[in-house]
């Protein structure tokens, strides 16, 4: 069965701190990758993505993320954090079938602290 | 411009109101979707509009029914909520043929009393 799973549920840094949020994904075919934020109150915006080739990806916002087939992970990373970073922060997988069905992870919730 | 606007950002009804939540965007996209989100927990997805077509209905119950009349507006209408219906309602668009990469709206807030 496909499925993401992010295992830190809450992780607190603090600012200035570099960053590194988890996610592993279990899918059978080609997997299409993607980091989302949602500040409070706010809808999903797209960090970056994955579909292919240089397994290292540069998102918006300093956010970079690590595809490793072997470890079916896709981590999320920031050398600095800043306070404004505290969000929810979702990885998600899609299939090549274009469906639009995403998989989303269950959330890892950021805080910054001074 | 990649923006995807929602309207209202919070409604209030009661079990027996009758309500639309509206949703543009005018980025030419030709994919639309509704997602439902509870507190702390990931968007569900529930309707995905292609072509103004219907062409994934996750099993949502009839209260809620979703209309696409043009290929820049997406309406959910609501009738007969219960409470447990009460969450973030998030709309979507995405390019038809790149359904993965979807941009969100900022949310309607709905509580069911």
């Known amino acids: 069965a496909q499925s993401v799973t992010q295992p830190d549920i809450h992780i607190t840094v ?6 590194e949020l988890r996610c592993n994904y279990s ?4 997997p299409y990758l993607f980091w ?4 409070p109150g706010q809808g999903l915006q797209l960090l970056l993505k994955y ?3 240089d397994t290292l990806v540069q998102g918006i916002k300093g956010f970079e993320a690590e595809f490793k087939r072997s470890q079916s992970s896709f981590n999320l990373r920031k050398p600095s954090v800043h306070w404004s970073d505290a969000a929810e922060y979702f990885c998600a997988v899609g299939g090549s079938s274009n469906t639009g069905k995403l998989i989303f992870g269950q959330g890892t919730t950021l805080q910054v602290k001074p | 411009d990649t923006e995807v606007t929602q309207t209202p950002k919070h409604l209030v009804m ?4 009758k309500k639309s939540l509206k949703c543009e965007q005018h980025m030419g996209h030709r994919a639309m979707y509704w997602y439902k989100q509870k507190a702390k927990k990931p968007p569900e997805l529930m309707f995905v509009y292609s072509y103004e077509k219907l062409s994934i209905n ?3 119950p009839s209260r809620f029914s979703p209309e696409c009349p043009n290929s820049s507006l997406l309406n959910l209408h609501l009738h007969a909520l219960q409470p447990e219906d009460s969450a973030l309602y998030l709309c979507a668009s995405s390019p038809l043929l790149a359904k ?13 009393l």
Do not use: C, D, H, P
């Open chain 1, 14 to 19: 603090s600012e200035g701190a570099s960053l």
């Open chain 1, 27 to 30: 899918y059978g075919a080609t």
């Open chain 1, 36 to 39: 989302y934020v949602q500040s």
């Open chain 1, 51 to 53: 579909f292919s080739g």
């Open chain 2, 14 to 17: 009661g079990m027996t109101n």
């Open chain 2, 58 to 60: 996750e099993s949502v």
């Open chain 2, 100 to 112: 993965n990469i979807q941009y969100f709206g900022a949310g309607t807030r709905l509580s069911v």
